[in-house]
């Protein structure tokens, strides 16, 4: 059996994962709050920590939501009433971890646990998760696409937050915070920095041909999935930015 024939729900994921991680990344990277996905993915994990440690497993993907849109509207109110909103969001960041950690301590499988929030076994996704995730995405792209730009103000904050709250809260239990966080910035960060091709359109390429080709690497020479996801992207994303970037940009 061949491996797209062993794995194509995780090929077909992965290329979902980053088509939707780049329309919030490009986003993300302009208004300048990098951290905010790690931060509410990071809060969305309590929910799947508290789940498997004290639940049995029951209860995760609720409770992976609640968080995560808890995580959201703090994010999206902050926006418009805290000053310095990057250090708001790194602050966030700090107490989701911190309290990640706590709870985990809890468990005597701790530190199993943590790897698998940090970053999943993407390989072996099921035929019923790839459906479920696939169809969260394309109904949250389709909301990004033609109702997002027609709202504004608080309302257009929390819509935005809300979607990518709807998101993170999937994609942490099919991936990974630190995978999920890799998604969002390192494709849309190489689609700004290049100018010729449309800015999702090249992240979305570009970042699955790198996803694709970590998952190969990690089949064939054993590696863990996630984490080589996160090595080949982003190295992949430093070289074509250091290449791709004009030269004026440099010297700024």
């Known amino acids: 059996m061949s491996i797209i024939e062993l794995f194509w729900p995780a090929f077909i994921l992965v290329v979902f994962l ?9 986003e993300i990277i302009k208004r300048g709050v990098i951290f905010t996905d790690l931060a509410i993915g990071q809060i969305a994990a309590i929910g799947m920590a508290i789940s498997i440690t004290y639940l049995h497993g029951q209860w995760q993907t609720p409770m992976v939501l609640g968080f995560a849109v808890l995580a959201a509207l703090l994010i999206s109110f902050a926006t418009k009433r805290v ?3 990057e250090a ?19 468990s005597s ?39 997002y730009p027609r709202v504004k103000g608080l309302i257009k904050e929390v819509l935005f937050f809300s979607m990518l709250a709807l998101v993170v809260s999937s994609s942490v239990q099919n991936s990974g915070v630190l995978v999920v966080f890799s998604l969002l910035i390192a494709p849309a960060y190489l689609g700004l920095v290049q100018t010729k091709i449309r800015p999702l359109v090249f992240a979305w ?21 996630g984490y080589t996801i996160i090595f080949v992207l982003v190295l992949i994303t430093l070289i074509g930015v250091w290449i791709l970037s004009p030269e004026k940009d440099v010297k700024s």
Do not use: C, R
């Open 18 to 26: 980053v088509f939707i991680h780049s329309i919030f990344g490009l």
């Open 83 to 85: 000053a310095h909103i």
């Open 88 to 106: 708001f969001i790194g602050l966030l960041y700090a107490l989701g971890i911190s309290f990640l950690m706590l709870i985990l301590a809890q």
């Open 109 to 147: 499988e701790g530190t199993e646990l943590f790897k698998q929030i940090s970053a999943a076994d993407i390989l072996f996704t099921s035929s019923e998760a790839l459906l479920q995730s696939v169809l969260l995405y394309i109904s949250v792209s389709l909301v990004m696409f033609f109702v």
């Open 205 to 225: 390429l570009m970042g699955s041909s790198s996803a694709l080709l970590a998952m190969v690497l990690s089949y064939f020479y054993d590696l863990p999935t």
